[in-house]
Every structure is written in C-alpha cells, then in structure tokens.
C-alpha cells in the first residue's frame, strides 16, 4: 500500500511559467509533509514543508499547498527556471512514527528555455 | 563545510559477498536513516537511528545489518541474503526525529551498489 503517491511521472513546463507538481496521500496521521529535489547522482535537497495545521507555506518561489480533507498536497513554481529541471520528491512524516518519512516515486520537472 | 560523506559513490560486488557503505556526517546530528532507491520509484526506508547505539529495523530491512557505534557514523552492510541488491544507497541525518519533520533531512550523495 503506497501511501504517498505522486501521479504524474513527469512535467514539462516552459520557462517563465508555473510549475504545479502534486501529491496525495492515504495516512491521515500524516502531521508534515516535504518536498525534494534531486538531481541524477545526488542526494535529495530539503526544499520546503508544511505542517497539517497550516495549509499554505511560501519560501521565494516555492509555494506549498495542503488540502487535508483531500489528502492532497502540491508544489507551485512561480517562475519557473530551467534550474528548476529535476525529479521532485513529495515525503510525508508522522510523529508517531519517530520522524520517519515516506516517499513518494517522484515527479520529474523540465523547464524548457 | 558540514555534511554526510557517503563513500564509495560506485561500488560493484560478486554474489554471494557482503559489502559495507560508509556514511559520516559532520552535522552533529541524532539521527541517520539509509534509503534504497530502485528507477522510477521513491526512497524506501532500510534502516534508521536516533541515537547511538540504537537502530531500527524500517520497511525494507531484509538482508540488511547496520550499527551506530558512534554519532557520526551509521554503516549499511548489504549481506549475502539480500536478493536483489543492485539500487542507489541514500544516507541521511536529522537532528532529531521532532525537529526533522519540519526541517528535512540532509542527504548525502549516495552510493551505486551494482551485483556482477
């Protein structure tokens, strides 16, 4: 049972524009959510979080967005740079499970020029 | 600079042998996980520690063995009875399990486990 799940493999958007990268997930004990990015060979990069009593957290251009009734999350990027082009991660922490977080497959994002 | 080193970054192994990724990191962090990431999926949890000398087992554990006999050192062995050990190794650290939800780990760079 995966319980983050990023539906959408991949996204290209064109540079300027905005990036909307999507996650839901199944486990309402869920009380942080996280976003990554990676690049191939590297380790992830913490990008931004948000916790479930808020349902907006803004870092520059990174917005995240949490609809906790819908069991869904996303990542808005305004605007969108060819920097941008990575694989995103969506990764979900519950405190009853000792900070541990679940991952999603991830989103590869490519912003073209 | 403060960081996880992760060495080696490829590493090619016969079956049948156990193999030891390293991970230290520099950051003065509580706890350290090991991540598996197989193409086109997600980071799936092998093992992770929140203090010396403690560890547990995460969702994937299975022909894994770890120890954390020190702060900044959490090494992986892939054993034997691992049975498709070929992916892309993760460490990371967090300063503690309540201060990682909102702060993210730190990775390092990884290491490439290839069977031949």
């Known amino acids: 049972d995966q319980q983050v799940k990023q539906n959408s493999p991949s996204l290209s958007v064109q540079e300027g524009r905005i990036s909307i990268l999507n996650c839901d997930y199944t486990?309402?004990?869920?009380?942080?959510f996280l976003w990554y990015k990676k690049y191939p060979a590297e380790g992830p990069t913490f990008l931004i979080s948000i916790s479930s009593i808020k349902d907006k957290n803004e870092d520059g251009r990174f917005t995240v967005f949490l609809n906790k009734s819908a069991k869904h999350l996303s990542l808005h990027i305004v605007p969108s740079q060819p920097g941008d082009s990575a694989v995103y991660f969506c990764a979900a922490s519950a405190w009853e499970r000792a900070g541990k977080s679940t991952f999603g497959d991830g989103t590869t994002l490519t912003v073209k020029p | 600079d403060g960081g996880i080193t992760q060495s080696p970054k490829y590493l090619f192994r016969k079956e049948g042998q156990n193999v030891t990724l390293s991970c230290e990191q520099n950051l003065n962090h509580d706890a350290m996980y090991w991540y598996r990431q197989d193409p086109g999926q997600g980071l799936r949890l092998i093992y992770y520690s929140q203090i010396v000398n403690d560890f547990q087992k995460g969702d994937i554990a299975e022909g894994y063995s770890v120890s954390r006999e020190k702060k900044e050192s959490f090494p992986l062995t892939v054993t034997s009875a691992q049975k498709n050990p070929t992916a892309f190794y993760l460490c990371?650290?967090?300063?503690?399990?309540?201060?990682?939800?909102?702060?993210?780990?730190?990775f390092g760079s990884g290491t490439r486990l290839t069977v031949v």
């Open positions: 990371a650290s967090s300063p503690g399990p309540g201060i990682a939800n909102g702060h993210g780990y730190t």
């Open positions: 486990n309402s004990m869920f009380d942080y």
